[in-house]
């Protein structure tokens, strides 16, 4: 059996799947992730610039849209959670506020720090802390 600390950081195996091209996959994800996570960062500042654009809107859930339903796939459900929950909140908020905007922000610098550390699975004790910190700050 694989220690707690080896389940937790890899990704599991699809199920059929040979596990070195699950490997290879999740490292294909990693990468694409990392590309999503600056399109976010430069779609988000548009749509900050903004607010009232719907095009900016649309684009920035749609790239939350794509984070939430790849993530868990390849073993990075924490950013599924997270992506999920920023989705919803453009999709819920047609007139976007400052608030909004601050609890949004805080989402995707959260996506951002996952993808830049590669935290997998459901990131251990820095996992909680960001989702303890986007709930005590959304």
């Known amino acids: ?45 548009a749509f900050l610039d903004h607010p009232d654009d719907t095009e900016q809107s649309q684009s920035t859930a749609m790239i939350l849209h794509s984070l939430a339903g790849s993530g868990g796939n390849y073993g990075y459900p924490l950013v599924s959670t997270i992506a999920r929950a920023a989705e919803n909140l453009v999709k819920n908020n047609p007139a976007p506020d400052a608030a909004m905007f601050d609890i949004l922000g805080n989402h995707i610098v959260a996506l951002n720090w996952i993808s830049s550390h590669n935290l997998s699975g459901p990131g251990g004790p820095a996992g909680e802390a960001i989702l303890q910190g986007l709930k005590d700050f959304g």
């Open 1 to 45: 059996l694989a220690s707690a600390q080896e389940s937790e950081n890899s990704p599991p195996v699809m199920p059929g799947m040979d596990a070195s091209l699950y490997a290879d996959l999740v490292a294909r994800y990693e990468v694409q992730l990392a590309q999503q996570s600056e399109d976010l960062k430069t779609t988000f500042k």
